[in-house]
């Protein structure tokens, strides 16, 4: 199938952008890299009257270190995060999960900015956001506001952005140097969408224990969710206790028995829970032997 009919426009500053989203509204689709809204524009789910093209926009490229946090403007494509230094040196898990999205073609075309307004709850970027704790810097001509990543996903394909807004770039804080991070995701072949994904930081407390632990999921409902969050309770007694061998298999079996696990006819609950249990565990692994590494 083809298109069906619409204008185009192609701004060049982000002041363009917004006055046209304010006039079009409802009826506009930005575009950049365009992997997910092409294919949606061929075989007709998405049906706008106006196109705006944003890759001439220069305000939503670069990446820059402000005040302890990353600064990356949502053009900024998949292969940019993966392979840039800045990213790699402050924040290595967005550029190692940059380096497992799709296959290359891709990855030179997809931008940050559109993967996370695009909301698919098994991609890479929005779970990592979430884990990181990054916060999202929303534009319209309204104004400017900044969303955190965990209100930032409502649903499926869904965000809290408005039909004048503008996702303009993605703030994330710089990895601590006493931190491990770790980062899973299983697929039936490469290049696959995950059918669960698991990232982790962690930080080594006094005496051995955890000083701080933050374990996202994706791949199990309409959004990626903060699992510490959900089984703080539960998680209490395994936080508690030191970093033995055995510490991430049990933080994975905890979760998996606690996480809520969307019903889904072609994969079944009790597949996804095993792979939540692992994928923890290695997830964890990973983070503790990256800790290791760093004191050694």
């Not at 494509?77 to 402050?90: G, K, N, P, Q, V």
């Not at 999921?217 to 030191?242: F, H, M, N, T, W």
Request: hydrophobic share 45%.
């Amino acid at each position: 199938m083809k298109p069906g009919a619409f204008s185009y426009e192609a701004p060049a500053t982000l002041q363009e952008v917004l006055q046209s989203l304010a006039v079009w509204n409802d009826n506009a689709k930005l575009i950049a890299g365009g992997q997910s809204l092409a294919p949606m524009l061929n075989m007709r789910l998405a049906r706008p009257e106006r196109l705006i093209d944003i890759n001439r926009v220069n305000e939503l490229t670069g990446i820059a270190n402000r005040d302890g946090r990353l600064r990356i403007g949502a053009l900024v494509r998949h292969d940019a995060l993966a392979s840039s230094e800045m990213i790699r040196s402050a924040c290595p898990m967005l550029a190692h999960a940059a380096e497992t999205i799709g296959h290359y073609a891709i990855r030179k075309r997809g931008t940050i900015g559109g993967s996370l307004a695009h909301a698919d709850p098994a991609a890479q970027l929005p779970l990592v956001t979430l884990a990181l704790d990054a916060e999202m810097e929303i534009h319209s001509a309204r104004g400017i506001r900044m969303v955190p990543a965990r209100d930032f996903f409502l649903s499926i394909f869904t965000t809290i952005l408005e039909p004048d807004e503008l996702l303009a770039a993605i703030h994330v804080p710089l990895s601590s140097p006493q931190e491990g991070w770790g980062f899973r995701l299983f697929n039936r072949r490469a290049g696959d969408f995950a059918i669960v994904s698991v990232a982790a930081t962690l930080a080594r407390g006094a005496d051995d224990t955890v000083g701080g632990l933050r374990l996202a999921i994706g791949g199990i409902g309409p959004v990626p969710v903060r699992a510490e969050q959900l089984v703080a309770g539960d998680l209490a007694k395994s936080l508690s206790k030191p970093l033995s061998k055995d510490w991430p298999a049990r933080v994975g079996a905890v979760v998996a028995d606690t996480v809520e696990i969307e019903d889904n006819e072609r994969i079944p609950v009790a597949f996804r829970k095993e792979l939540v249990a692992a994928l923890t565990r290695e997830a964890l692994d990973q983070a503790l032997e990256r800790i290791a590494e760093r004191a050694s």
